[in-house]
């Protein structure tokens, strides 16, 4: 008897454009049976074993299925990955929504289902050179998605019942550098604030804290319906360790957009991306990371340990020993864990907007993560006052 899934079946990895991506990519494949779709991430030789054991995972789970894999391992290990003998084909990341490369109809591309939020894919590609990212070998250069498209697009979500719309892309604060008159992404967000008066929030991926151009600035610290949840693409605290992954900002340019933005804001909650045990790294290097932590109030961290990608200059750079690598990771997030409990514990008492989700819980504007009573349907917005925190709960 076959065990496999009944529908398609896409397996999600890495970033949130990745996710957005699935979406679409379900969407596509919604009248086919007995696929499965592995949509990898390559960010780091982790990324890739984790993507290599989802593939195994998913054959043993469903050996019978069509099992094919897209994203950008599928461009960067695209020969050991159609080696392996549980992969059935690849589609190229460029493809990947393109229905004549999954021999869909073309009609089939729509935008998938709506729960609570909808993701919108603006920008794609990187055209930068940070040394130890290899992004730009699996997205090509960086394409965006006109102010029309994007606009369609969010008219279809909000028409579909969505109450937050977040915007991502690989370099979302490049977005317009590659159209008429380069835009800013503050363009965008107004365009979308302007068009959209009902749109209840906006949200935005991953910035890079040197692009966001002083109209988008002045829409993060003064527009209601813009979240004050600003996540920074900020890699490290030491500008020795900035400079040599080619990075564009100093630790100064950080502190300063956050102090600057908190100043018109202060409920702005900051999420960043920080890197441990890059090549080079010493223990005071190390030390600027985590005081980083602390200076700039880092609530929402990702923290990523360094592994080395073959062809990216830090990988032919000295590397620091990996079980190093491993406790300053483990260092990183606990300065994190810290931080976030602090901030959790300030808002205990106080009235928050949280978006329901299915699961019993919902985000509040600042992106804490909320228990919902019981009652509350999803997708609709909800005033609640937490009483307590249950590990990372508000409760």
Request: include cysteine.
């Amino acid at each position: 008897m076959s065990t496999a899934p009944a529908g398609p079946t896409v397996i999600s990895l890495g970033c949130r454009l990745n996710l957005s991506e699935s979406e679409s990519i379900r969407a596509l494949l919604a009248e086919e049976r007995d696929v499965i779709v592995v949509n990898s991430c390559a960010v780091t030789g982790e990324a890739v074993r984790q993507t290599r054991q989802a593939i195994r995972r998913a054959r043993r789970a469903h050996p019978a299925a069509r099992l094919l894999v897209t994203g950008c391992a599928a461009e960067t290990e695209r020969e050991a990955l159609a080696a392996m003998p549980e992969v059935d084909g690849l589609v190229a990341n460029s493809r990947k929504l393109d229905p004549r490369a999954w021999n869909a109809p073309a009609a089939a591309l729509r935008p998938a289902p709506v729960r609570t939020r909808a993701f919108i894919a603006v920008q794609n590609g990187c055209d930068h050179a940070c040394t130890f990212c290899i992004i730009p070998q699996g997205r090509g250069p960086g394409r965006s998605q006109t102010i029309d498209a994007v606009c369609n697009e969010v008219a279809r979500h909000l028409g579909e019942g969505a109450q937050e719309i977040v915007l991502t892309g690989v370099d979302l604060t490049s977005w317009g550098s590659d159209l008429p008159g380069r835009p800013p992404l503050g363009t965008l967000v107004a365009a979308l604030l302007e068009r959209y008066p009902a749109l209840p929030r906006l949200r935005m991926s991953s910035l890079d804290g040197i692009e966001i151009d002083p109209l988008l600035g002045e829409i993060i610290a003064g527009e209601p319906r813009v979240m004050p949840h600003l996540h920074l693409s900020l890699q490290h605290g030491h500008d020795l360790i900035l400079k040599r992954m080619k990075r564009r900002h100093s630790r100064a340019d950080a502190v300063e957009l956050v102090g600057r933005l908190r100043d018109r804001r202060p409920d702005l909650a900051i999420g960043a991306d920080l890197i441990a045990g890059f090549p080079t790294e010493s223990a005071e290097h190390h030390a600027a990371n985590l005081s980083i932590v602390r200076e700039l109030g880092i609530v929402h961290g990702h923290v990523f340990p360094y592994s080395p990608r073959p062809g990216t200059p830090a990988a032919r750079m000295p590397q620091v020993a990996r079980d190093t690598v491993r406790a300053r990771a483990t260092e990183l997030r606990g300065a994190v864990a810290e931080a976030r409990q602090s901030w959790l514990a300030t808002l205990v008492g106080r009235p928050l907007r949280v978006l329901v989700e299915r699961d019993g819980t919902g985000h509040a504007e600042n992106f804490a993560r909320v228990a919902v009573p019981p009652g509350q349907a999803a997708g609709t917005i909800a005033t609640i006052t937490p009483s307590r925190i249950e590990d990372t709960l508000l409760v």
